[in-house]
Structure formats: C-alpha cells, structure tokens
C-alpha cells in the first residue's frame, strides 16, 4: 500500500514580516496554521510596533531595521505589510537578498510601480503573489469550478459588489487619524480596497484594455466633517470588455456591508456571498408555465442548505476562520516556492488589476495625477 | 506656570481641565485631535473667569506636533490614550504616542528636565493580580504585571506604556507621578466594565457577582489626577484611583436595570466563569482561533477573580471624593438612560 504524503512534508520555510500594523496579525496568525513553515522574525521601522507584534504572538525575534533582518535571518519569504508607498523598495530588497515576496494589497501606488515589482522579482528568478485572499475562499474556489466545468457557460456579465464600515474597526483608523497613509494614496479609500472588487471580474473579462467608465461620490453630505479632505466613500465602475461586461460597486453606506460576486453566464448564473460564504445557482428553468415560478425558489433553498451544511463542515474541521482564504492561499504560494511551479495568481492578473486601478483613480481623482 | 493636557478632549480631559480651573490653574494648553472638543472646553471654562485655553490641534503620533504641544510645560498631564481598535492601534495610540512625547520632552533646550513633571494616566489594568488568588487586596505594592502576553491588549498597550515613562524617568530624571485609575464611569462613558461582565448577543452575562467595582467617578478621578499630580510630595510615586464607598457588580447591575432599563442578564459564578474560560480556551487552541478567546482562566482570574482595593495612599496626600458614589451612580445612569432614549 502506498501512503500519500502530507502537504509540504520535508519542507521548512523561514517566513519573516516587514510591516508590524493591524494585517500583520492576520498574517501572523494564518502562517503559525501551516505546519511546514516557521516565521522567524518581524520587523518594523517603529520599534514599538515591531516589540508588540513579536510579544503578542511569541515570535523569538524583532527588529527596527529590515536590511539587518534579512542580513541575519535570511528568511526564504517576506511579508510586505507595510503601507504600499514602501512596497517597490522592499520588494527590491527582499529580491536582492533571495527572498521570495509576499505583498499585502494594494500592490503600489501606481502601475508603473507594479510593473517595476514584477520586473524585480521576474528578474531575480523569485516568486512574488499578492494578498488577494478572498479569492482563495471555498465558495469563491467552488465559483472557479463551476465556470471551469462549463456550468455557467460562457461570462456575459459580472458584478462585484463590496461593502465597507467606516464606523468598523479599519475605517475608525481612517476617520480618526488624517495623516493615515490611505489618505496619502492617489486613489485614496479606494485604492485599499479595489484589488478585492476588481480581481474578482479579471478572470471573466479577459481584454487586455476593457473600456472603463467611474464614477465616484461622497454619500451622506452630513458625513462630510468625520472624514479628513474630500474623502469620497461610494464608487461606481463599468467595464465593457469584447465579450463581456461587468459593474463593481465599492459602498459605504449600503447595509448590511456586503461583499458578493454574481456572474451572468449564457447557461447559469451563479452568486457568491463571500459574507455567509455561499455560492448558488440560478438555472435555466425548463418547467413551464405558473410551475416554472413555483420550483425555483425551492431549488434556491436547497442549494443554501446545502451550502449552510458545507459551511458546517468546515466549521467542524476548522476551516471556518475569517482569514481562511489567506491560508490556503499561502499554502499554495509556499508549495509553489518549494515545488517550483507556476505561483497562485499570475502575474498577468495582478498587472492587469493594477492597470484598471489607474485607469479608475484617474477618473475619480484627476488631480493626484498631475 | 503653563500646563499641558494631553487628550484634553476625551471623556476624562475635559473634567481634568476642570479641576485645573477649579484648583487654580488658568493656563492651560490642551491638546485635542478633534476641533470640535474645543467648545466642551471652553463652556466649561466659562465658570472660572477667563482662563488662558490654548488648543493645540494635531495627533501625537506625530513627533512635530508632540515638540509643539510640548514646548515651554513643565508640568504635563498625558491623558491621551488608546482606548480601543485593534492592537496595533492601541499601542499606537498609547506608547507611540508616549515615546514621541517624552522625546520631545527630552529634545527642548533651556528646559531642565528636573524641573519638568510629568503626570501619567495609567490604569489598574498593570497589576499582576492573578499571581495573588482571590480576595487579595490591590494597593501600589503590587507588582506590574509579568505575563502581558496572557492579557488583553488594552492592559498590555497600558502596561508597556507605564514601563516606558519609568526607563525615560531613570534615564532623564524628571519628576514622574502615576495614576492609575480603576474603572472610570460617569456622563459620556460607557455603561458596564467588564469586571460587571460581558454583553454576548442578546444576553448580559454577569461574572462579576459579589466583587467590589473599583469605581471611578471621572470628577472625583479628575479631582485624584490634579491633587496628585501637583502635589509636592508626590514625585516618583504611583496612586490608584477609585472612590471610597464601593458597590459590588452585582448592585451596580441591579442598580442599572432598575434606573437605566431592563436587560436579560445571566450570573456566572466564578467556577462556572473558569469552566467556561476553559473550554474556550481548549476550543480556541484545537481550532487554531476559529472562536476567539474572549475568556480565558488568566483573564478571568484578572478580571473577576475578586479583590480588595485601598485609596489610603490617595487619601494621605488630601484628596476626597467629590461626589458621593451614590449620586454618581444616579448622575450616570441618567444620562445611559437619555442616550438608551434618543437611540
């Protein structure tokens, strides 16, 4: 009898963070669940932030100065949680010193910049992958599925809709700090979340260059004082590719803050709550008449039972955390480190989110671009 | 003599500047993040004359705007604190915060550091109580805390912050006095510490049972922070903070549901409270955080484990309730239940 062995066995990966804010906790958490890697140190430029990280979560070692981390703990990864001003420097840093990189959304501040990450890391024959998480969930990977099978046919249409809380614990930062680097971005609020909306569309809108229309407003006039500057908060964007359109929403006033996805394909459609983590399908009715409306909200119902016992599942299994998604994701990105194959994303999806990214800030802020 | 406020505009600063007024300090700059503090402010300096409010805008997280709120005070209350969001931003906001304000401090020319007080806010929130069992009484004797890594990030961001103005006080040599408030209450704040127990859902759950509430109320703790802090004897001392007649949680909830509203509550002695701490806590491990680990035993242990408190250190330098609790309590849950009203 053969025995299958475990994922990654053999493997012992040295992680390290660069970047010690409030998504280095999630990282820290999601990397301690994978068996085969060990994360060695954290670093930040406040040491403060740096000592509180490693105290927290019992990493042995911290630093101030990230040169003389990699100098010392040679690690194999780096995590860039920094804010993405830093991202094209560190990156080059950690490239030079033989990292592979592991960056946190958004990419950079511009495409250019981008490019350039993905020039560095191609050129120094490392591997680099974005924190596009939610993509990495179960019911965004069963979507995936679906579409692969041909389930849904071919793409007509996709919305990608994305909720956000001011009042929530990431937005309270924003509000109550007006020198926070989000402010800084060219795409402002925007920019933080956008990779989530738009990476969800790249996989069914395949044109290099879709034509994209944005508009973007601030959506309670009563609000203006509690945000610093012309903070818009309600964004709006079509996206017109040769064989496909798509609409994405990014609001901060709709309730419940939702975060979906619903593709329009010309056999089924399919709608993902990334929310309830949930993914159903809409078929194509072939019962007629008053029976056609009869059956479909029953066949719904089974499809969320279903979907509801899944979700037990893997609650049981403990596959139910937030930032699930992040492990299987980085599970991934270190096999493809180890195994040396193909990363997670391409680095065509990212280039291409970053482009449509531009294209958008420069719709909506035409004057950080000047 | 010019006295600086930190974190003037916050629930507790504004009674701060207060007792200023009322003790005779009517120069007074006040650092504040939100402009819209300074009405609050300057309503409740109408009282005192004209007293001389500087309001100095910005965010301490900033070293430039730290070396402004500093410049030229030799006496400093640092209220300004981290009170809740993630821990990072807790830590940012409490010792960040606090290391680019003692820097500063540090930097001024012409300001001899020994002639500099400063007057900190921590919290009861560093003692090491669980190492002491039940029923042991809380007084400054106490040590910190030396397992931060098993509290809450409120306490740990507190904690670290308390250590960094003792090593910048050995190492500069300024006068430092520490407060450390228990649990602070009154209009404008919140309705249960969690030493009463912790809403979850629909349902209050009470752990703090028969344990006395080392209650704070923000004017008498206010009245605490200026005697203290401009004491003369005073200098490299710590006092805690809480009133003299203290309720226990279980009357303070009673007290609440009887003048504030009704809430459904379900009392968890404390053997139930360390089962249930255990449990999730096991569950939190074999699930690698699926639930977080809200409870556990030595959080438990810290926050309902049951102690005695003693002001007698406070009380030696002069200070007094100024408001009996009883009329604290009254005054605090009118305004919950106003607040319960307009929602």
Redesign the interface.
Known sequence: MRTVPPVGEGMSLKIAIIG???I??AHV?EI??IPFVQLVAVCDL?P??A???A??F?VSRWYSDVAQMLDVEKPDVLHITTPPQSHLSLTRQAVATGCHVFLEKPVALRHCDTEAIVASVVAGRRKLCVNYWPNFEAPALELRRLFESGVLGSAVHVESFYGYDLAG?YG??LK????HWVHRLPGKLFQNVLDHILNKITPFLDDEQPLIRAIAYQGDANRA?EVPGQLLDELRVTLHGAHTSAYATFSCHARPVGHCLRVYGTKNTAHVDFMARTVVLERKQALPSAIGRLVPSFLTAKDYMRQGMKNVGR?SR?Q??YFDGMRTLLTDFYLSIERDTEPPIAYREILRVSAMMDDIFQQVYPEARS | MKVLVTGAGGFLGLHVVERLLAHGYNDIRCTLRDRAKAEGLLDVSKAYGAPQLEFCYGNLRSKADCARAVDGISLIFHLAAGLKGSAAELFADSVVVSRNLLEAVEAREGMPLRNTRVVLVSSFGVYGVVPLGRGAQIDEQIPMESHPELRDTYSQSKLRQEQLFWDYQRKDGFELVVLRPGVIYGPGGGAFSNRVGLQIGPTFFHMGGDNLLPLSYVVNCAEAIVVAGTHPDASGQVYNVHDDDLPTAVEYLRAYKKQVKQIRSVRLPYFATRMLASSLESYHRRSMGQLPAIITRYKAAAAWGGNRFSNAKLQSLGWRQLVPTSEAMATTFQYLRQQDTKQ
């Open positions: 010690c804010g409030k280095a906790d958490e301690r669940k406040e403060i932030m000592e509180q990280l105290m927290r019992s614990e309270m930062a109550r700090d007006p020198n004082d609650f403990s139910f955390h």
